[in-house]
């Protein structure tokens, strides 16, 4: 059932974590939930939840996803001019912006690029926007639902009628993205149509990683059968491993809770950080 009672900060649980997988040797995969401290900033912007999926050579796609997550968290909370639809598209699109930059400037940097999925949750409203592949899920009484629609060669197929949503699941070029940040010049950010936020939601972020190794009903089974959102976070990783692990794999789990039950929960930081 719907609850008309206002989301507080203290009802957002949130965890990030991201593993290296059972075959790459370098993760270029970042996240971090961000949960700011300063009233003000809680009552005008929320929280955020990033996760980014970087790509290029010489490791330079573990600098591009981490400066996604890092400018995206500064870009964002220092907009205090624009309401947070407009301030989390206009951080993706700076980020953007300075990740290029900076790849023009070391020859390793080359043509460095991310993907990113950002959940800011503001009072009873959801904020997301998105570029290239890595999405937004979202868990509601019961009904697991993707939220974003990558911007991929075969979403496009999908979209033209020339393969289904499960052949796209399979097919070859699955991972050939059209939308990322910092490959070139400007980039524009997707963003979701922003929407209201029930108690008992969960939210999933993931990389590739994740979704390409599990079926939505697993990812569905492990949120609602996990005790709390770390638990969630392992076992998802830990699925996605079990079915191969090709990739680095990232997971960013956000539970609206019902009244209270955030203030009685021991939250282990991970990944968290602070902006005062
Ligand atoms: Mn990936």
């Known amino acids: 059932m719907q609850s008309t009672r206002e989301i507080k900060i203290n009802d957002v ?26 009233l003000y900033v809680q009552a005008t912007k929320g929280t955020l939840t990033i996760v980014a999926d970087g790509m290029g050579g010489h490791a330079s796609g573990e600098v591009a996803s981490q400066m996604a997550v890092e400018l995206i968290s500064q870009f964002y909370y220092a907009d205090d001019a624009n309401p947070p639809e407009v ?24 043509g460095m690029g991310t993907t990113l999925v950002a959940l800011a949750l503001q009072n009873n409203t959801a904020f997301v926007a998105h570029v290239g592949d890595s999405r937004l899920y979202r868990l509601r009484a019961g009904v697991f639902e993707q939220i974003t629609e990558d911007h991929s060669q075969v979403m496009e197929m999908v979209k033209y009628g020339i393969i289904s949503r499960e052949e796209a699941k399979n097919h070859e070029d699955k991972n050939v993205i059209l939308r990322a940040m910092g490959t070139q ?4 950010a997707e963003l979701t149509a922003p929407f209201a936020v029930h108690a008992n939601d969960v939210f999933l972020l993931c990389s590739d990683g994740l979704c ?22 392992e076992l998802l990783i830990e699925a996605a491993k079990n079915q191969g692990g090709h990739d680095n794999i990232t997971v960013g789990i956000v539970k609206i809770s019902s009244s209270g039950e955030a203030e009685t929960k021991t939250v282990r930081a991970t990944r968290d950080i602070n902006i005062a």
Do not use: F, W
């Open 212 to 233: 390409d190794m599990l079926e939505d009903e697993e990812m569905r089974r492990i949120l609602i059968e996990s005790s709390d959102v770390h638990a969630a976070c």
């Open 87 to 110: 301030a989390l598209k206009n951080a993706v699109e700076l980020a953007s912006r300075e990740i290029y930059q900076t790849s023009l400037t070391n020859e390793n940097y080359y």
């Open 13 to 38: 649980i949130a965890s990030v974590q991201t593993d290296v997988g059972c075959v790459r040797e370098a993760n270029e995969d970042s996240g971090r939930h961000v949960r700011p401290s300063d």
């Open 185 to 188: 010049a400007d980039v524009e």
